[in-house]
């Protein structure tokens, strides 16, 4: 054993965070790996039991039992073809205002945020379904991009998300209280998504022209019925799951197999559900789920060593000292978050950080519920700051090669987004009810 103050090992753990990830290694390999070696050296043969300990406690966590769960419901609605019937109905609606089609895009991807939940997901749907209609008409690339990107990622936002559901059990806050605090911000940021296309649009025309009357043609009354018939199997979804739990009916697990069962009725219904496509959804499931949890026991475990060696007072003891009081330290919080977004998973940096910054919140006299979700819209702009960017990387693979959409056209068109994504942290700050009101009306 050796012994070590806890700012060096403070230095080298995180130190050792960067060099790895630096190098290629998984996120899992690297967090574990300091995680082991840091935690021999100070502590010996004991970190075996440490490691152990960390590792099965949050196997044994009963709410991230919903993230397979929810993971499956996603995948399921991937399949049953909802968003493409969304997209067709309000592409007769929107599509003839400057800007339409982007628009639509993120309203596609707000309504699929609810039922959704996975990145991935949702962003290669609108990838497909959204981005060829905006290039082959027009539309400025960045500008499709952007907007698919965005719209994409809402749903990592907007309930049921895994990230709340993984955010929850690690700061201690309870999971639907975090569900319908991140209504009214997932709502403010797709507004605020839209109005600035509105009004890009309208100040340069050319970069997103109308559709064409001829092919808009039906009837009010036949656009009419196919809104409603396109929009209750989102509604009976989402009531399915959020409702049981606004309404203090089931807790957020127990709706995460509500939820699952109902996704699987409804590709059933659309005639999606085969068996081709049960083996595929499965397969994602376990996929997704095992790099969920498998970057989540290796961090526990990390952040256990990390506790455990003092370091977290360390960190405290900086932040808490930083010029400008509570404020100035709430933005030191908010500028590391920001940081480690464009160079960690959000995954790792929910299982790392969140323990560590969440008794900091506190001791700055901040709502745990309000603080907590302004770490979540915070990670929003994870997926579109380079060079750790799921949403970027996604519709870059995802988009057709005939398209012509090119790295730089998507890095250029989700910086007006991250900018708003920085607006709406502000407008949370200046009215923390936008965050605290909602699960105020929840029925205890």
């Known amino acids: 054993m050796i012994n070590l103050s806890p700012e ?23 967090i574990g790996g300091v995680a082991l070696i840091v935690g021999y050296a100070v502590w010996g043969g004991t970190i075996g039991e440490v490691l152990y300990t960390r590792s099965w406690a949050i196997l044994l966590n009963y709410t991230i039992l919903a993230v397979p769960l929810f993971v499956f419901m996603g995948a399921m609605l991937e399949h049953s073809g909802i968003a493409e019937r969304l997209y067709d109905v309000l592409y007769l609606w929107l599509g003839g205002l400057r800007g339409g089609l982007a628009i639509v895009t993120v309203l596609i991807g707000t309504i699929m945020a609810a039922c959704v939940g996975i990145i991935a997901a949702s962003t290669s749907m609108l990838a497909l379904v959204a981005l060829p209609s905006m290039v082959k008409r027009g539309y400025s690339k960045s500008l499709a991009a952007g907007s698919v990107c965005a719209g994409g990622t809402l ?33 403010v940021l797709s507004g605020l998504y839209v109005s600035y296309i509105a009004l890009r649009s309208l100040v340069q025309p050319k970069v997103a022209p109308p559709v064409p009357v001829e092919e808009r043609g039906a009837s009010f009354l036949k656009k009419t019925a196919m809104l409603i018939m396109a929009l209750v199997p989102p509604a009976i979804l989402v009531m399915s799951v959020l409702g049981v739990i606004f309404m203090g009916i089931a807790a957020p697990t127990e709706a995460a197999g509500i939820g699952a069962f109902a996704a699987a009725l409804l590709a059933l219904a659309y005639h999606r559900l085969n068996l ?23 961090s526990f475990a990390f952040v256990g060593v990390f506790i455990g060696a003092g370091c977290d007072e360390v960190v405290k003891g900086i932040i808490l000292g930083a010029p400008g009081g509570r404020w100035g330290a709430f933005a030191i919080i908010m500028f590391i978050c920001f940081i480690l977004g464009m160079f960690i998973d959000w995954v790792g940096i929910v299982f790392i950080m969140v323990p560590i910054i969440t008794p900091i919140g506190a001791a700055l006299g901040f709502d745990p519920l309000w603080f907590a979700m302004m770490i979540c819209v915070n990670l929003q702009m994870s997926f579109m700051t380079p060079p750790f960017a799921w949403a970027i990387f996604i519709v870059r693979g995802t988009a057709a090669k005939e398209l012509g959409v090119t790295m730089g056209d998507i890095i250029h068109g989700v910086i007006p987004f991250v900018i708003l994504i920085m607006v709406g942290l502000v407008l949370c700050i200046a009215f923390p009810e936008l965050i605290l009101w909602l699960p105020g009306m929840m029925i205890k």
């Open 276 to 298: 081709p496509v049960l083996k595929e959804v499965t397969l994602l499931t376990f996929r997704l789920s095992g790099f969920i949890l498998l970057i989540g026991t290796m």
């Open 155 to 187: 749903g990592i936002l907007i309930p049921p998300s895994i990230m709340l559901v993984l955010y929850g059990p690690m700061s201690g806050v309870s999971v639907g209280k975090l569900f319908f605090g991140a209504f009214i911000p997932g709502f």
């Open 8 to 30: 060096i090992i403070t230095l080298i753990m995180f130190g050792g965070l960067l060099v790895g990830l630096l190098t290629g290694f998984p996120l899992a390999v690297v």
